[in-house]
DNA sequence: CTGGTTCAGGCAAAATCCTGCAACACATAT
DNA sequence: ATATGTGTTGCAGGATTTTGCCTGAACCAG
């Protein structure tokens, strides 16, 4: 077997999982354990995957590993900061979890006045601290996960509103993927916002933008803003302008 | 599992949980838990937790933990210890807000399997770190008082269920004039749950025993069972006992 | 206060890694 | 054909990392 033959099937191997064990791709390529070393010294040289003791992970793993919620908290707040911007007076506004939304509820001025609908436990809990926000808190089934309502009747009690604002903490946003998320339940609440809402606004930090998960939630063109760190007018964002987003 | 998995696992268990036992981790990832101090040791070392006797906090969880009211909480733990007994696997609980009830959530046995209901954004906050507990959330307007939701709403929604406990933090019990409060939203809710439950408990510090209020939730025979601080056999709660109430 | 739990540091075994070196294959120049 | 250079591979060894166990100290609840 060639070696550039070896190291695309280790390549594979770790987009595929995720990572990869030394002691495996020995086993399986049938190559002493230096060889594959050198491999992965290689690969992680060109920056194509990242080596680790005992083996090798690939470069998005690496990164949600490194890019968890404090980490990136200051490109979070910059996206909360242009966030409340979009909120006035009376508004009626849902919003679902996440780190980046509980960023924004911290930073609502003080003498606005809005009614914020969510069925995420920790954004209620910043919401309550406000002297005049409202919050009606959707009902249901909370999932252990993601610490927000989910199930039949959420989604009823989402129904029956009409806000003028939706705010979607983003997982991941791709021009042709459109928004998508992993957890079903809470793709079904959030498709319910999405659907009763005037506005959509997504917070996305860059990093996520152009990626995809498994559960669509809706196609890009049903977002109407996308706010993420970055200037607006930055290269990476400018198919979602040219699509008809509002970006900032 | 590599070392760098493990930690991305650790990571994400505390971003989402706000927190994180070491013997959980020690069970789950079957490693020692020697192994399990090393990581939490790095990866505090790193800023990315908050190491505490036991386990870890999220860094978010750590800062914005406000003690709340540790007024009487030695009573209240003592209440709060005689009531958990009472719950057993596979029943249906309400559970109103207040001090009282947060305590007794703190101290739900670990392997308890159960469904609480409950409108108080505290005591969900502590069912949802639960295993095995089901919790489901009340919705309507959040009151600012009394952090639990209130209105039409969410009586419609205590309305639908048939529970075996109902545990009620209680400002005001007297013989005479019942179980009272002094919120009408809070007072709704509270009569709610006590129609709707087959079993009534209340949950008062002896200094609350005797007391009234303006608003009544329900007679003083509609409760099945008193929990005070107490002895059971003390004077002061002879008459209660004597109208046929459980007294612990 | 007391008993049980959790913690920190030292230690040893095992796994993993790195360096240098020799063997081999292949291409190219002489 | 032979010699030379380059690149790849496996091996030996010593260094480094990781992990589990141990002991005594620190901590916490009742």
């Known amino acids: ?31 002493s354990e230096d060889t594959i070393r050198r491999d992965l010294n290689e690969l992680a040289e060109a920056g194509r995957i990242i080596k680790v003791h005992g ?3 690939s470069r998005s793993f690496h990164n949600s590993f490194n890019s968890t919620d404090i980490y990136s908290l200051a490109e979070k707040k910059a996206i909360a900061r242009k966030a409340v911007h979009l909120i006035q007076d009376g508004m009626f506004v849902f919003t679902t979890g996440g780190t ?27 919401y309550v601290e406000h002297p ?29 509103v009409k806000a003028d604002l939706c705010f979607l903490g983003t997982n991941a946003i791709d021009i042709h993927a459109g928004l998508t998320d992993n957890d079903l339940d809470v793709v079904q609440i959030k498709k319910a916002m999405v659907e009763s809402s005037s506005r959509v606004v997504s917070l996305s930090i860059s990093e996520k933008v152009n990626t995809s998960q498994r559960l669509k ?19 990476l964002l400018k198919p979602y302008r040219a699509a008809g987003m509002e970006v900032l």
């Open 132 to 160: 005049h926000i409202d919050v009606i808190l959707i009902g249901d089934r909370l999932s252990k996960n993601s610490r927000i309502t989910v199930g039949g009747a959420a989604i009823a009690q989402i129904r029956q």
């Open 217 to 235: 939630v809706c196609d890009a063109t049903d977002i109407d803003t996308l706010i993420t760190e970055l200037d607006p007018d930055d290269m």
């Open 100 to 126: 980046t939304i509980l960023e924004m509820a911290r930073m609502l001025p003080e003498n606005l006045r809005a009614t914020f609908f969510t069925g995420s436990l920790p954004a209620a809990f910043e």
């Open 1 to 31: 077997m060639l070696k550039e033959e070896r190291q695309n099937f280790i390549l594979h191997e770790v987009n595929v999982h995720n990572k990869v064990l030394t002691t495996y791709l020995v086993e399986k390529l049938g190559v």
């Open 55 to 57: 083996g090798a992970l």
